[in-house]
């Protein structure tokens, strides 16, 4: 275990102390087990042929007293440190400056970035994006069952509740891509509900930002065919920003190529993939929400060329 954030890193020490007292526990109780029995294995039942193997001798009391002490002193020091530890990661030293609405759906998740500016929000999915270095506050909600939200190395378990907004917060201490996680079971792809947070030197994500800002470029030629095919096709469930497809069913298309991986982490994004959960998504991950379309070949293919345009 690594940790590569702030709040990992106060309690990635308190997970291996309190792992280290119940080894030493477990090891101590057995070794005095085994010594117990070790030592009264002689007894001698001939006068008494129903009596127990194992005598109880006289003095034990006191080491009773000195179990029940030591136990004691322990789990107070345990409980000590742990509320010190969670009272400290509680909150940001901070206050953060970015607000991000993570929306969780079987199975996939929703990023939404919030802004007053109405102009300035970004939605795209499964892919999160932050600054190295500062808090970044998270709002959790659920549209549907129960989930967890989980970046092991960053921290922030915190679980997503139906009707509810929950919130935590995570700040990356190095730049790097960390793997998250659904961890409330919550159907039948529960496994394949991953995402990643992608943590960037401040200017790298300043730049990604302004990226992600920009309009999708009207098509010509061919590709404004490719985008009427899209829309008869995707845009019942999907959406492009700047564009008049608008569905809300399924992940915002928009930008998506410069997404890693397809269907929460599933598959790489990457043409032969895109062809092949278009055509079959039933194949790729039983049970998701995205139908198998009656899509002809060519019309795949100007689908394909629609969504190679979204970079």
Same mark, same amino acid.
């Not at 526990?25 to 009264?40: E, F, G, Q, T």
């Not at 990661?89 to 109405?118: C, M």
């Given at each position: 275990?690594?940790? @590569? ?20 526990? !477990? ?7 085994? #010594?117990?029995?070790l030592r009264?294995?002689? $007894? ?5 042929p129903?009596?127990? &193997?194992? &005598? ?6 006191? #080491? ?6 030591? !136990? ?9 440190w ?24 079987? /199975? #996939? /998740?929703?990023?939404?970035?919030? !802004?007053p ?9 499964? =892919? ?9 506050? @998270?709002?959790?909600?659920?549209? *549907?069952?129960?989930?967890?939200? /989980? ?16 919130? $935590? ?11 998250? +996680? ?5 159907? %039948? ?10 943590? %960037? =030197?401040?200017?790298? @994500?300043?730049? /990604?930002?302004?990226? +992600? ?16 095919? @899209? ?20 992940? *915002?298309?928009?930008?998506?190529? !410069? ?6 982490? $599933? ?38 060329a629609?969504?190679?345009?979204l970079?």
């Amino acid at each position: 275990m690594t940790a @590569f954030g702030t709040r990992a890193d106060g309690i990635l020490p308190l997970t291996y102390g309190t792992m280290a007292i119940s080894c030493l526990v !477990s090891v101590l109780i057995a070794a005095l087990l085994a #010594w117990a029995l070790l030592r009264h294995r002689g $007894t001698d039942r001939s006068g008494n042929p129903r009596a127990l &193997a194992v &005598a109880r001798s006289g003095g034990g009391l006191p #080491w009773i007293y000195v179990g029940v002490g030591v !136990s004691t002193l322990v789990l107070f020091g345990a409980a000590a440190w742990t509320m010190v530890v969670l009272s400290t990661v509680a909150r940001p030293a901070t206050k953060p400056r970015l607000t991000i609405e993570i929306t969780a759906r079987q /199975w #996939w /998740w929703g990023v939404r970035y919030l !802004s007053p500016d109405h102009a300035r929000t970004v939605t795209t999915a499964n =892919e999160i994006h932050i600054p190295v270095g500062e808090p970044v506050a @998270f709002k959790l909600a659920s549209e *549907d069952v129960i989930h967890s939200f /989980w970046v092991p190395a960053l921290h922030g378990k915190t679980d997503v509740i139906p009707g509810q907004t929950n919130t $935590t917060w995570l700040q990356a201490r190095v730049p790097g891509t960390y793997r998250g +996680q659904c961890t409330e079971y919550c159907g %039948q792809q529960h496994a394949h509900m991953g995402f990643v947070v992608i943590a %960037q =030197e401040p200017e790298a @994500f300043e730049t /990604w930002y302004r990226h +992600q800002l920009a309009p999708t470029p009207p098509p010509t030629g061919d590709l404004a065919e490719a985008q009427t095919t @899209f829309a008869a096709k995707c845009g019942l469930c999907h959406a492009v920003r700047g564009t008049p497809v608008g569905g809300r069913l399924g992940p *915002d298309l928009t930008h998506l190529k !410069s997404r890693t991986t397809l269907a929460a982490g $599933t598959v790489p994004n990457n043409p032969g993939y895109r062809g092949a959960w278009i055509a079959d998504p039933q194949h790729i991950k039983p049970g998701s929400k995205m139908p198998r379309l009656d899509i002809s070949g060519p019309e795949l293919a100007r689908v394909q060329a629609y969504l190679d345009t979204l970079d």
